[in-house]
Every structure is written in C-alpha cells, then in structure tokens.
C-alpha cells in the first residue's frame, strides 16, 4: 500500500458512533471530580502534599520517616495531603491523623494495589490521575517527596515542570533522605544540565532534608517574610493550572 493509498484509508476510518458518545459523556465524569475536589479542599490550607511509595512496609524506616514527619507537619498547622493509599501515604495520613490538623486523603481507582488507609478526615476517590494531580498542586504550599517509583517520580517531575514554567507558583519541593535521591541527582547535574535540557539553576527549585523538623523549618523560613496566602498574581496563576 502506497502512502497516498495508506493516508486515504486513514481518513475513511469509520467512527463508531456508541465509543464517541461515551467519550463525550466522560467530560461530566471529570467535571464532577473537579468541582468536588475544589469544594471539599479550598479550606484545608496551609496544606503539605506528602508522596512516596505505596510499597513500603510499615516496619521500613522510610515509613516511621513518613509518620514523624507527617505528624510534626499536622502538629505546626498544616493539614497533610497524600495519595490515601498505603506504604507511606498511609504514613502520612497516619501522622497527620494523630495531630492537630486534618489528614486528607486523594484516592485513585486502581485495577490492583492502591486500597484506602483508615487514617484520612477528608477523603476523595478519582478516576483520572491528571484531576487528582491538579489537587495535589492547587492547595499545596509546598511538596514533600519521600522514596518511591514511577509514581512518586511523576508527581516529582510535575511539580518542578509547573514551577519551572510558571505555571504555578513557587514552593518548598524537599526530598527527603538524601542517599535515596543522590543518584538521580547526579543523573541531573552531569546529564541533564550538561545536555543543556535544564539550567544549572534549576537545582534550586528543590532541596534534600533528612529529619521532620528540618522539613517543617524549611517550610516555614519559605513563608517567614510573605505569609502561606498566595498573593494576588499567584491567585490568578492558580486559576489557570
């Protein structure tokens, strides 16, 4: 078959009429994920996004690290954010669970391995990762980034996409455990900088903390001078995320 040949046939494609009417319904579905995150989570501010694996057993150090740190966040004002599943979301809830401030919970329907944890005063259910990622984001006065996978990299990688563009505005990112993260940073610095994909200055859209009061100081010398409101521009930016 030719490529004039190839191209018609491409565009003679019959549509089916049942799977685009389902897709087009699919809108209300992430609509009604949307309005119910922003109803539910526009009073839960100042609010930390906690992320990491959700493997990580409960007798593993990183997930006491997530207890501590979560319930040292909570203790300070903030209410805590996870994924709402286990391994260390279910750490963060925890700790945030046994403070003073709300845990709150952004489940995703999984086919295997993501299960609600018991520990979330707020809890909400999404379908799509990319609506519950934007909640992640648009309450968040800044990021704490555990160990993890895949999808802890992608929350990773999101979070410094929209600050890096200004799409969003700027916060705390803190990974934590720094024997974790060494390589991936050195990966940054003698690939990606060098490559030119990223500035040398975008080093600094993060920084590596090791303990919970670290974590919880470095937020608050973030916001000592500003205060955790975003200010007018930063609103506006926000309502375009």
């Known amino acids: 078959m030719d490529?004039?040949?190839?191209?018609?046939?491409?565009?003679?494609a019959p549509v089916n009429d049942a799977q685009l009417s389902r897709e087009s319904w699919k809108i209300f579905q992430i609509m009604a994920e949307f309005v119910e995150g922003f109803?539910?989570?526009?009073?839960i501010k100042p609010s930390v996004s906690i992320f990491g694996s959700a493997r990580t057993r409960e007798d593993h150090p990183y997930y006491r690290l997530a207890e501590d740190i979560a319930l040292a966040l909570s203790d300070a004002g903030f209410s805590?954010?996870?994924?709402?599943?286990?391994?260390?979301?279910?750490?963060?809830?925890?700790?945030?669970?046994?403070?003073r401030s709300p845990s709150i919970g952004l489940n995703i329907n999984?086919?295997?391995?993501?299960?609600?944890?018991?520990?979330?005063?707020?809890a909400l259910s999404f379908r799509h990762f990319f609506s519950r990622k934007?909640?992640?984001?648009?309450?968040?006065?800044?990021?704490v980034v555990l160990p993890g996978g895949f999808g802890t990299l992608?929350?990773?990688a999101e979070i410094l996409t929209?600050?890096?563009?200004?799409?969003?505005?700027?916060i705390p990112i803190i990974l934590v455990h720094r024997p974790f993260w060494e390589g991936l940073l050195d990966w940054f610095r003698n690939t990606l900088i060098e490559e030119g994909t990223i500035d040398p200055d975008d080093m600094d859209?993060?920084?590596?903390?090791?303990?919970?009061?670290?974590?919880?100081?470095?937020?608050?010398?973030?916001?000592?001078?500003?205060?955790?409101?975003?200010?007018?521009?930063?609103?506006?930016?926000?309502?375009?995320?």
């Open 3 to 12: 490529e004039q040949t190839r191209r018609h046939h491409l565009s003679l």
């Open 39 to 43: 109803e539910r989570l526009a009073q």
């Open 80 to 99: 805590v954010v996870s994924g709402g599943g286990p391994g260390i979301m279910e750490a963060a809830n925890k700790g945030a669970f046994a403070g």
């Open 110 to 122: 999984l086919p295997r391995e993501q299960a609600g944890n018991p520990y979330q005063d707020i």
């Open 134 to 143: 934007v909640m992640f984001v648009k309450y968040a006065s800044a990021y």
């Open 154 to 156: 992608d929350e990773l």
């Open 162 to 170: 929209l600050v890096q563009t200004g799409k969003t505005r700027r």
């Open 205 to 241: 859209l993060f920084q590596i903390l090791d303990k919970p009061q670290q974590v919880v100081d470095a937020i608050f010398a973030h916001y000592d001078k500003r205060g955790f409101e975003p200010s007018p521009s930063e609103q506006e930016i926000l309502l375009d995320l």
